[in-house]
């Protein structure tokens, strides 16, 4: 027996509440006759059962469950399970699968308590039909809202926060999105560079990079055929928000969650969930059931067959917000009086880098690509400084900063390392060439082609001073750095634990090299890249903050920890 349209939806949304406290006695109950009256009912429930078992084990999350002995259980009764509730499908479902691998098992269980579920059905009387509308399916499922598509040319958003951003619109090319933003009309939008943020009515947030392609449909519906985009649904009311995709349909729990649409040879979709949850509802027909997600699960759906695929979930990526939000890492940071601190914010005025102890002093942002987005996801939720090595060449300087004068320095960072590039740069207040007039106070970076942590300065002779790391700084993860010079050894630190140290008498570095480059070395001048060794970060770079005083090991643990805590919440 065959499953009608409206016993599809309803078996559907049964399934998406499988594993949250809204599955119940009344609900299990209707999903037991759902099942016992339709043998594609009964295959559709099991297809559900083995995809996320699938996904799980991809994703590592099975790791900690202890699976029983397969010479203790017989082989044949899985099997047997598995062709009596499939029923005239009569096949295994776990073809290809090892008997005693974890998806089995699972897959195994679902059926064992399907046909529990079965059983007791049978044997008792059936009330559950006298009430079906009592069944808070619909209240408790946060699925899309199915408002239709509004009419071409009505308001439907707001497009209020963007950064350098260009932009093809229903209303016209904007070459710079006015400040003030404009009303999101329903139609198709092009963001050619840039970031902009559109804001709904519900409370619904969106963050959109560029290259992009995207449609506004409805209050509470979006398209994305090309780019990435964060989402953000703090209220009741944005609940139920959805975004389209070539593959599939995200329908949001409540949550924080990014999609990006890769077009040519890696076309395919991406969902990440921050936190809360999302339910995907790929578009092939033959998969009938949504994937329910949450907090710190990742997929990839192929455009060509749109097959699920259990991924990392990638904190870095996306931007999520234009401004960060209140950190008690910032709080830190400035109770111990540093004398300059960046943020890394986004600056809606400029491509530009804001100083948190005098705003007035400003680290200009550099790029040979003019369309380059130099804003990644940061550790507190906000953002950090994007830089991708020699591609871009991006990079940025302060004209002039604070410098030391009492022989004591202390530089902190996040950093994020994707690549090490040669003599790649953090911060430096350094010139090139061995020429001891063109040294600076301090250079932080990676050593040479090598690429442990490293920092050094110029000592008295005009000597320079080495603290090294010993092994290469790992890759794709965010570490918190720090070099200390307390006026008699120069310190290294790497996630709360000194990695490496030096004596040192004196810092002397020229007068006349007064500018902070981050993310590049500059030449003798401090106005131009220097031309042998530039120096570029590959990765990302937060909350840089310089001390003319020495920060003690207490100081750096706890910076450390606090970002940590900050990170564990941001991704999960």
């Known amino acids: 027996m065959t499953l009608d349209d409206s016993n599809r939806r309803e078996l559907e949304r049964i399934l998406s509440l499988l594993a949250t406290d809204d599955f119940d006695e009344a609900v299990r109950g209707r999903l037991s006759e759902l099942i016992s009256q339709s043998s594609e009912a009964q295959q559709i429930y099991l297809d559900h059962c083995q995809i996320h078992a699938m996904l799980r084990e991809s994703a590592g999350l099975l790791g900690t469950i202890t699976y029983p ?82 009419p071409p040319g009505q308001v439907v958003a707001s497009i209020v926060e963007s950064v350098g951003a260009s932009l093809e619109s229903p209303a016209g090319f904007f070459s710079v999105v006015p400040k003030d933003g404009f009303p999101g009309t329903t139609g198709s939008y092009r963001l050619i560079r840039g970031v902009i943020g559109i804001h709904y009515a519900s409370g619904a947030r969106l963050l959109v990079s560029a290259p992009a392609e995207f449609e506004l449909i409805s209050v509470d519906r979006i398209r994305l055929s090309l780019g990435r985009l964060s989402a953000h649904m703090p209220t009741e009311e944005s609940k139920g928000f959805a975004v389209e995709t070539p593959s599939a349909t995200a329908i949001d729990y409540g949550t924080e969650f990014a999609v990006e649409v890769a077009a ?7 969902f990440h969930v921050f936190t809360g949850e999302v339910s995907v509802q790929p578009r092939e027909p033959n998969q009938e059931w949504p994937i329910s997600m949450t907090s710190g699960q990742a997929i990839r759906l192929d455009h060509e067959t749109n097959t699920p695929a259990g991924i990392g979930l990638d904190p870095i990526r996306f931007i999520r917000r234009f401004q960060s939000p209140p950190s008690p890492y910032a709080a830190a940071v400035m ?28 680290a200009r942002i550099f790029s040979r690509e003019r369309e380059y987005i130099p804003w990644s996801a940061g550790i507190d939720g906000g953002s950090s400084l994007r830089l991708n090595g020699n591609i871009s060449r991006a990079y940025a300087v302060a004209g002039e900063y604070p410098q030391t004068s009492d022989d004591q320095l202390t530089v902190a960072a996040w950093v994020y390392a994707n690549s090490r590039p040669l003599w790649a740069s953090i911060a430096k207040n350094w010139g090139e060439g061995a020429d001891p007039n063109q040294r600076g106070q301090f250079h932080f970076g990676l050593k040479g082609t090598t690429g442990q942590l490293e920092a050094h300065l110029n000592d008295i002779d005009d000597i320079e001073k080495f603290a090294i790391e010993t092994e290469p700084l790992p890759l794709n993860q965010w570490h918190h750095v720090a070099m200390v010079a307390d006026g008699s050894r120069l310190r290294l630190y790497r996630n709360g634990k000194e990695v490496g140290s030096v004596a040192y008498t004196k810092i002397v570095g020229s007068p006349n090299l007064r500018t902070l480059s981050i993310g590049s070395k500059l030449d003798g001048s401090g106005s131009w890249i220097e031309p042998c060794n530039r120096g570029f970060w590959d990765g990302s770079i937060d909350e840089l903050a310089i001390f003319n005083h020495a920060l003690d090991r207490r100081d750096i643990a706890e910076l450390h920890k606090i970002g940590r805590d900050l990170l564990s919440h941001v991704s999960p």
Do not use: C
């Open 264 to 270: 040519g040879l890696e076309s395919s979709d991406e």
């Open 69 to 150: 002995d397969v010479a203790s259980v017989a082989p044949a009764l899985i099997v047997h399970e598995l062709t009596t509730v499939v029923g005239d499908a009569r096949r295994p479902l776990l073809i290809g699968i090892p008997i005693n691998h974890p998806i089995t098992w699972l897959a195994a269980l679902a059926t064992v308590m399907l046909i529990g579920w079965l059983s007791l059905e049978s044997i008792r009387p059936h009330r559950l039909n006298q009430n079906v509308a009592e069944v808070p399916i619909a209240s408790s499922e946060p699925a899309a809202k199915n408002r239709p598509a509004a």
């Open 335 to 362: 109770r111990l009086k540093p004398a300059a601190y960046f943020k890394m914010e986004i600056d809606e005025e400029e491509l530009q880098l804001r100083d948190s102890v005098d705003p007035q002093r400003t």
